[in-house]
């Protein structure tokens, strides 16, 4: 009788323990579905960069060096509510370390700048305003702090309390965050904290400690959830949505050219409605967001070449239904089998070229004069479309084929592979597709390699 007393005690104990574990994992698994169920978002690219022409600007510029005449969030709002965009993610801080809010820890922020910004909060003017439009809102937020030293090799407890600080200054003076996208942590480029130094589940547990909901996104590289709550498949470097992608994620391509403005981009020719929708279309039949970058001018304006394509864009789209419940996630290219005609050592394996990870790339052998790689998908799969990367540029001339009918059949040639390389082709249908590498100035390091059809 003392013993079932004693395991019935012990039941209850434990109980709540696990009624409460599993309702936390419920309500992620909820904010998750709710957030592909957004579907499409606004990236806005505005800070310092903007004003130097730098995409990654120098971290000492003179706060006074950011002067928007004109800026107006409601605009911005407005053009994104055109789009039919439901969320949108702004860079409060890049690279750098300019802040676009008065933070407590550091002078270089928008406080410090001309005297009539002075208690200008451009944080708190897009929150208003995109709140306002009926639009979720996020925020970008780059850990690797140039400014400060918060980088790789020079992390300690001041340097990751900076950091919670301003993450807490953002998390309680704006209202509800749909999600904050981090970069620069954990990251291919650059020079941010790594997970040993800055452990995921540090700044993972500090942000949901003030705001439970909001979902964190980590630029991490890697299709791995054990870094971020939503995988960011980084557009312009090759990585892409897989064609079987289960994975909770979100794509991030941009409008424009590059992420910030530069001068003459009001008169850039623009992504294409017909890119975007196809582009949206893919992601969000894939359990992906689609999260399209439009950067403001040096006024703090939309251009009005963005503002009309945002509202063409709006006039052509029609988002899908909305998720019902999250699929079983499972790892991509599952079963797609990798051969190449050499690999340089285990490290550039060619199984590296399907993995969606931007860490791991193949590498053919010194000497090796057939340069090849070949993906077989086990059974015939239709693609219309081809994204590849490598890892710094090499590729001088290369050809991509598929194996139809006992022979290889040409799809795409090209010069160059770069960052990101994306064409389309006519839609075809085979079990194996193959990338050759024709010229080369030395070994290139190919990251990924992805078919998929639009």
């Known amino acids: 009788m003392k013993r ?55 971290p000492f510029h003179d706060p006074k060096d950011f002067r928007p005449s004109q800026l107006d969030c409601n605009q911005w709002a407005q053009a994104a509510k055109s789009s039919g965009m439901q969320y949108a993610v702004f860079t409060t801080k890049h690279h750098d370390g300019f802040c676009l809010w008065d933070t407590k820890v550091t002078n270089y922020d928008i406080a410090s700048a001309d005297k009539k910004y002075k208690n200008l ?5 897009y929150t208003g305003a995109f709140r306002n439009a009926g639009i979720k809102v996020g925020l970008y937020f780059s850990v690797w702090d140039r400014h400060h030293g918060i980088q790789h090799g ?77 995988v960011h498949y980084e557009a312009t470097h090759g990585q892409h949505c897989p064609f079987d992608n289960t994975i909770p994620s979100q794509q991030g391509p941009t409008l424009q050219s590059t992420w910030f403005w530069e001068k003459g981009y009001e008169n850039q020719e623009l992504k294409s409605v017909d890119e975007v929708i196809k582009e949206l279309n893919f992601a969000n039949s894939h359990y992906s967001n689609y999260l399209l970058n439009a950067a403001p001018n040096d006024k703090g304006l939309m251009d009005e070449n963005v503002l009309v394509r945002l509202k063409e864009i709006g006039d052509a789209i029609t988002l899908s239904a909305p998720l019902k419940k999250l699929p079983e996630i499972k790892p991509v290219h599952l079963g797609v089998e990798v051969m190449a005609s050499s690999s340089s050592g285990k490290e550039f394996g060619a199984n590296n070229i399907i993995d969606a990870d931007l860490f791991t790339r193949w590498q053919y052998a010194e000497g090796d004069e057939e340069r ?13 479309r081809v994204i590849c990367g490598e890892w710094k540029r090499a590729v001088q001339a290369f050809k991509i084929e598929a194996f139809i009918n006992g022979e290889w059949k040409l799809l795409v ?42």
């Open 4 to 58: 079932n007393y004693i395991l019935l005690i012990s039941l209850i104990l434990v109980l709540p323990i696990y009624v409460l574990g599993q309702k936390e994992e419920n309500n992620s698994n909820d904010n998750v579905l709710n957030f592909l169920n957004l579907k499409f978002g606004m990236f806005i690219h505005y800070n310092m960069g903007t004003y130097q022409a730098e995409q990654w600007a120098y």
């Open 121 to 125: 909060d451009i944080v708190k003017e």
């Open 154 to 230: 020079n992390m300690n407890q001041i340097n990751i309390n900076f950091t919670k600080e301003q993450l807490t200054e953002l998390l309680t003076n704006y209202g509800d965050i749909a999600c904050i996208v981090i970069d620069g942590w954990g990251s291919k480029w650059g020079d941010g904290p790594d997970f040993e130094e800055l452990p995921y589940k540090t700044l993972a547990e500090h942000i949901h400690s003030i705001q439970p909901n909001c979902l964190v996104i980590n630029h991490s590289c890697r299709p791995d959830l054990n870094y971020t709550q939503i």
């Open 372 to 384: 090849w790689i070949e993906l077989d998908f086990k059974s015939p799969k239709t693609f219309n």
């Open 413 to 454: 040639t090209g010069e160059k592979i770069g960052h990101n390389f994306n064409a389309s082709f006519e839609t075809i249908s085979a079990q194996k597709y193959r990338l050759t590498i024709l010229k080369a100035s030395k070994l290139p390091y190919i990251a990924e390699l992805t078919f998929v059809k639009y």
